[in-house]
């Protein structure tokens, strides 16, 4: 009677936790796929059962954090552009308009930039002077001297100063005063030569004129200790 007792809550706990089978399934089949299901934990249960409100509350105040910060970067960033794009500006505005003449050129010698002030010494427009050679406006002699010049430049690194004669894109010839520095070009990160040009003209003019009254005195004054003896 007692082993029929146990049989009988044997079969009422497998029949209370056991699901019904399929038909046409076989009871081994089941028990099979039954045991192959992972068993969750029971900080898995808890997980799934509560949520974690610790943990939600940390990851958003970190997202608040990250978005702030975010902003104050996008901010900076717009505002050191800003003031890079206003000081070009103001840059190109102080080249453009310059009373001495600025050319920049590149390794090749070619004009990359030119102001107005040296536009009008070279008889050039400003939008046509560009890709045009510096040397163009040189005799061969003063090109030979100008590269010369130019190597001295990017070897030492130091500005240039000298006296030459340039051609105006009309043919004509006047004194120019140039000086040649290097320039870094941020887009490239190589060095440009820059040129400032300044009309020696009327100067080289008075020279020659006083020069010219020099030698007419000198000659007078021979002339007379000749007389006097």
């Given at each position: 009677a ?8 044997r ?12 038909s ?15 068993i ?32 104050v ?20 505005d102080?080249?453009?308009?310059a009373?001495?003449?600025f ?18 010494l ?18 061969a ?52 030569c ?12 008075m ?10 005195v ?12």
């Amino acid at each position: 009677a007692f082993a029929g007792r146990e049989d009988v809550k044997r079969d009422t706990r497998r029949t209370r936790y056991s699901k019904p089978i399929a038909s046409g399934q076989s009871s081994e089949a089941h028990v099979s796929r039954e045991q192959e299901r992972p068993i969750p934990t029971l900080d898995q249960r808890a997980d799934s059962a509560v949520p974690d409100d610790a943990h939600d509350k940390q990851l958003l105040h970190d997202l608040h954090a990250f978005q702030v910060e975010r902003d104050v970067q996008n901010e900076r960033l717009r505002r050191a552009q800003y003031d890079l794009e206003v000081s070009d500006a103001r840059y190109r505005d102080l080249y453009a308009e310059a009373p001495v003449g600025f050319l920049t050129v590149g390794v090749q010698g070619k004009i990359l930039m030119c102001n107005r002030r040296a536009a009008d010494l070279l008889r050039l427009r400003v939008s046509t002077a560009s890709g045009r050679r510096i040397t163009e406006f040189m005799s061969a002699e003063n090109a030979a001297a100008y590269a010369k010049h130019v190597a001295g430049l990017y070897r030492t690194k130091s500005p240039v100063t000298y006296e030459l004669e340039l051609r105006r894109a009309d043919g004509r010839l006047f004194w120019a005063e140039l000086t040649m520095n290097l320039a870094r070009d941020s887009s490239e990160g190589t060095d440009l030569c820059r040129l400032a040009i300044t009309d020696q003209t009327d100067r080289k003019r008075m020279q020659d004129e006083t020069a010219r009254l020099v030698a007419i005195v000198a000659s007078s004054d021979q002339a007379i200790f000749s007389e006097d003896l």
